[in-house]
């Protein structure tokens, strides 16, 4: 008889969307993410398509929807070391990081408020920092805080234990390693962006207002590092003129390949949150094509309408800084007319390629392609970016129809 649990690895959209529906079938589910939070790149967007929602938007329904389920089971800072047996009868060893917070949390905030030592925030992208107590993201789950015991200036683990009412804080937690059975896997551990720092010539790392398209959202964010203000890195003005490079990293038989589909999507919309914010800035988008699949074709008119957009059909050779004034020169040329452009701008999006982001990783059982994507077998069905680039909308598509093949492998099981 083999196990009727069904695994879910990634708890971005695509992985709560499955583990929800799945559970809601009464069928025991175990939901892992590597992250302190669930949410994945949809709770750092500021509004991801097609209806332009808030985080809170998709978020929020199905976390109320998973709290008063009893057949879900969430780890958090979790992940997987290891896949063996077949459908029906997965062994799934797993690696659970200590949290040094306890469920006795309230998420009140009173450590954080004694606690000097500070971090770089990774889920701000390195825009911002967080102290060394700090809570994952503002709709975080669990609401719950996590201590980076690195981080932490002198004295803070006693004033920080002082502070917390609730005897929440643990710091002698230890990592803990487990093993679990499943009939079927459900693979959701989305994507990460392709390494700016591989792109010698768009400067990003050396030049300060060279920003990538997710440093972006996060500005854009109201809950993000500079409050829902896009600003300049260097000084914190507001940026008059702003480049958007199209393919970063993607189309490039240096680098990706393969085009990573919402990146156009992604600086039209940029476009358009410019216009909210400032709109008297221009926008300069340098393109080899625009790619709207489908339905999002009316998404590229009302940028076009809505935003100060120019558009230039060319792949960018190179990004210069003026020293002086830190604004970005940047060199392309111009396809439609033969002539190269010099464009001083004073920031620059980097549009940059979508990748797995288990593509550094190599987990034994788990079947992945030459560029990491996972590939699917008769037991572990990949969806939403860790089968390919996608939009939430298909991210979420497939993760509901992962959920019908799940069930049956369990049954024949």
């Known amino acids: 008889m083999g196990s009727s649990t069904i695994l879910v690895v990634g708890g971005g959209i695509s992985g709560v969307t499955a583990a929800i529906e799945a559970a809601e079938m009464e069928t025991d589910v175990v939901l892992v993410e590597r992250e302190p939070t669930l949410g994945g790149r949809v709770g750092q967007l500021r509004y991801y398509f097609p209806k332009l929602c808030p985080p809170t938007c998709g978020l929020e329904i199905n976390y109320k929807r998973m709290k008063v389920n009893p057949h879900l089971t969430v780890y958090t800072m979790t992940d997987v070391l290891e896949i063996s047996g077949s459908a029906g009868n997965y062994k799934i060893k797993l690696r659970k990081k200590p949290r040094y917070v306890n469920e006795n949390c309230t998420a009140c905030g009173e450590c954080e408020k004694v606690c000097e030592g500070e971090r770089i925030s990774s889920f701000d992208f390195g825009l911002g920092k967080t102290k060394a107590i700090y809570l994952p993201s503002p709709m975080a789950f669990p609401m719950r805080y996590v201590l980076d015991k690195d981080a932490l200036a002198p004295g803070d683990l006693e004033r920080i234990q002082s502070a917390c009412k609730y005897n929440a804080i643990d710091p002698d937690m230890k990592e803990e390693i487990f093993e679990i059975e ?121 940028a076009q309408n809505e935003a100060k957009v120019n558009f230039i059909k060319g792949k960018v050779a190179k990004i210069e800084e003026d020293p002086a004034t830190k604004d970005l020169i940047v060199t392309a040329e111009d396809t439609l007319t033969g002539k190269k452009v010099h464009e001083k701008v004073n920031m620059v999006v980097l549009a940059l390629g979508m990748q797995p982001s288990i593509v550094d990783e190599k987990i034994s059982g788990l079947p992945q392609d030459e560029y990491g994507f996972v590939l699917e077998s008769d037991g572990i069905i990949p969806v939403g970016c860790a089968k390919k680039p996608l939009d939430v909308m298909t991210s979420n598509e497939t993760a509901t129809g992962a959920v019908i093949k799940a069930l049956q492998i369990i049954k024949r099981a």
């Open 182 to 302: 499943a009939g079927a896997i459900i693979w959701a551990t989305g994507w990460k962006l392709y390494d700016a720092t591989k792109l010698d010539n768009l400067g990003y790392g050396r030049f300060a207002n060279v920003i990538t398209n997710m440093q972006m959202e996060r500005m854009a964010s109201p809950w993000g590092p500079t409050g829902g203000n896009i600003i300049r890195p260097s000084d914190g003005n507001v940026p008059q003129r702003v480049a958007f490079v199209q393919c970063a990293g993607s189309r490039d038989e240096n680098h990706l390949p393969y085009c990573s589909y919402i990146c156009c999507l992604a600086s039209l919309k940029h476009s358009l949150y410019l216009a909210e914010k400032a709109p008297d800035t221009e926008s300069l988008i340098f393109y080899i094509d625009i790619r709207t699949p489908g339905r999002y074709e009316k998404f590229l008119r009302r």
